[in-house]
């Protein structure tokens, strides 16, 4: 049973005020961001000294782009509290996810930032028609990763009723998913193509549930995907976007119309910049993401890059909202894979296989979606040694990357030991991804 498209909107003034009124609300709380930064990360300080650019400087969000980037090498670099611009004691949440080196990246939330977390995410759940008589289950993962409680946050604030799931357990969840009579689901696009095969395969007929719509993210994925997914579970599925460093989901959400991500502007400002002049590029031309967070007060980013690729339109929604729409995400500028919800970098593998015994430093990763479910399989060349002389410990080894892989990484790959020379060199930048998925 699909949701009514009705455009319920969880916070009109902010949601549809005039962009005019937008802009220079933008403009004074980006002032006081920078002025926060500035007083508070010696990063950020030094970056803006070099630059000769001082808080008083920034007028109005036209000013944007006086500023410096932010990379997530630097919150590599500062962590774990490096980048905070409040005291550790108003700190009252950590979360994180993968970052490029196997160490996850943090990011820390004061009370503020989490209630203006807990209502992006409600907007988009309002948005994707949910309202206090909903029962929403949550299958994104509950942890450091942010989509588990943030959905759980918006869900409550919206006064629906949460099942708190986690991910994972597809019979349990299903079994839960019908006997409570969810309404809506939460969780990765391919978990819930996942869940809706397996309702299928175990021959429950899908009018026995009482779905009608969910928020799906943490992900690339298609209007085809879309489909499927609405099919398989009769609902209307709507994309949410976000990043742990900008405040997990929510940053961005899709209403019933289901064209494009409304970024929630009173929070974030969004732009557009090609990764490699830097320049800001017109709504409609692709390039990186970058984001200002212009509420936050535990761990503010100024231009965060987020290396996803996208358009932003300023073209009028059906739904009355006033915001800018983000499209879906096409690619990424780095080698960051996004599988099944987490972050997975070459570069991470390469830290297990360096130095290991036995193995070459040259693989290759390959991802395929099977059965809608993102599969990792990590191709490692054997050393001449191991090949000819020590055949006996192969099994051994390969069950020793995959233990090192899963601890670093957090999911499970499939380990493919090769032959000496087996795995193409390059002549100029290495290539060791191979994505099937065909996003
Ligand atoms: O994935 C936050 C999230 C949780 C979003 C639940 C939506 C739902 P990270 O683990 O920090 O945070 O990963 C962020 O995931 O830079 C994108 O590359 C990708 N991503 C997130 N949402 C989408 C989406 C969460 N809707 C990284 N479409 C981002 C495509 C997405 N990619």
């Known amino acids: 049973m699909k949701a009514q498209k009705t455009h319920n909107i969880y916070n009109p003034k902010m949601e549809c005020m005039s962009r005019e009124e937008r802009r ?3 403009g004074e709380r980006l002032r006081a961001t920078v002025q926060l930064e500035y007083d508070n990360v010696p990063l950020y300080r030094a970056r803006m000294d070099a630059k000769g650019v001082k808080p008083e400087d920034i007028k109005s969000i036209d000013d944007l ?3 410096p980037f932010t990379e997530k090498t630097d919150l590599r670099d500062e962590f774990p509290f490096g980048l905070f611009a409040s005291p550790k004691k108003d700190i009252i949440r950590i979360q ?12 820390g939330y004061t009370q503020n930032d989490i209630d203006v977390w807990t209502e992006m995410v409600a907007r988009a759940m309002t948005a994707a028609g949910g309202g206090p008589d909903d029962i929403v289950q949550i299958a994104y993962g509950y942890g450091l990763f942010t989509g588990g409680l ?12 949460v099942v ?25 696009p391919s978990y819930a193509t996942y869940l809706g095969e397996s309702i299928r395969e175990m021959g429950i007929p899908i009018s026995e549930f009482k779905l009608k719509s969910g928020c799906f993210g943490a992900e690339p994925w298609t209007e085809g995907m879309r489909q499927r997914l609405e099919e398989l579970l009769d609902i209307d599925a709507c994309d949410i976007y976000g990043l742990t460093e900008i405040g997990g989901p929510g940053v961005a959400f899709e209403c019933l119309e289901k064209d494009g991500m409304h970024v929630n502007e009173d929070h974030v400002i969004a732009e557009i910049i090609d990764p490699v002049t830097e320049e800001q590029l017109p709504y409609g031309t692709p390039g990186e993401l970058v984001f200002t967070t212009i509420t936050k007060t535990g761990m503010p980013m100024i231009r965060y890059r987020t290396h996803d690729i996208c358009t932003l339109s300023d073209k009028p929604c059906a ?24 972050n997975v970098f070459p570069s991470q593998i390469e830290s297990v296989l360096v130095g290991m015994e036995g193995v070459a430093p040259h693989y290759m990763l390959v991802v395929d ?3 809608s479910t993102d599969k990792l399989e990590v191709q490692v060349e054997l050393t001449e040694e191991m090949f000819t002389d020590k055949v006996g410990e192969i099994e051994g080894l390969r069950n020793q990357i995959a233990d090192k892989i899963k ?12 032959p000496p020379r087996t795995i193409p060199r390059s002549e100029g930048k290495a290539k060791r991804i191979i994505d099937n998925r065909k996003l």
Do not use: E, F, W, Y
């Open 319 to 342: 739904c009355g909202r006033t915001t800018i729409k983000m499209s879906r995400i096409t690619g990424r500028t780095d080698d960051m894979l996004v599988i099944r919800g987490v």
């Open 150 to 161: 943030g959905a759980h946050q918006g869900a409550q604030q919206i006064g629906a009723m």
């Open 407 to 418: 601890s670093v990484v957090g999911i499970s790959a499939k380990i493919q030991l090769v």
């Open 369 to 371: 979606r099977i059965n």
């Open 96 to 107: 994180g996810s993968s970052g490029t080196t196997g160490k996850p990246i943090v990011a």
């Open 24 to 26: 220079k609300l933008q």
């Open 164 to 188: 708190p799931m986690s991910s994972g357990n597809t019979q349990r969840q299903i079994m839960m998913m019908h006997d409570l009579g969810a309404t809506m689901l939460c969780c990765t």
């Open 65 to 67: 782009k006086l500023l």
